[in-house]
């Protein structure tokens, strides 16, 4: 979700192919054998496989929203976030919305709930003032984190709305109802060897 927005803000075209991580074609095996969406594979067979790689490499390119200036604090600050939230915000994520892949680790679900909520909390306080984490521009930082907020709020929605996070269920609704959001959300057929590549993102997206 969030490769495809940045590739979308960069106005970058790419080749899509739609997979279903229970069938994964055979190419998709020989290009990344890790086997995780996204990878972009260029021209010169260069393979790109994290979704943050592939934010970097398509803000490389073209940045015209200026994500990566963001209008208080630095990069590194951005960095620094976002590292939280895809480190120890996704390891509580992960153990609370799927904890019976854990049960070897013992894993506490609701001690997982609380670890992510304390994350909420932090994202909360900077919110307040501000519509977005750095300032009231989208940054960087919003579209790398914001996905993951989305599937905490998902795993029980009734909780989180119930939660005293109003900045933060704000910016998340915000996000969820952008034109960024909704332009990259549009479903695509499964790919098979020898379909059709659609353009991403399409006219129409």
Known sequence: MRARMAIAAAGV?????EVVLRDKPAEMLEASPKATVPVIVETDGTVIEESLDVMA?????NDPESWLEPEQGSRADMDALI???DGPFKRALDRYKYPNRYEDEGVDREAQRALGLSFLEKLNARLDGQAQLFGNRVSHADIAIFP?????????RTWFDAL???HLQAWLDGHLESARFKQIMPKYAQWKTGDEEPVFPGADA
């Open 13 to 17: 075209e790419c080749r899509l192919r």
């Open 83 to 85: 590292a939280e939230s």
């Open 164 to 166: 005293n996070l109003p």
């Open 57 to 61: 490499w398509a803000l490389a390119q």
């Open 148 to 156: 993951f907020i989305r599937q905490f709020a998902n795993t029980d």
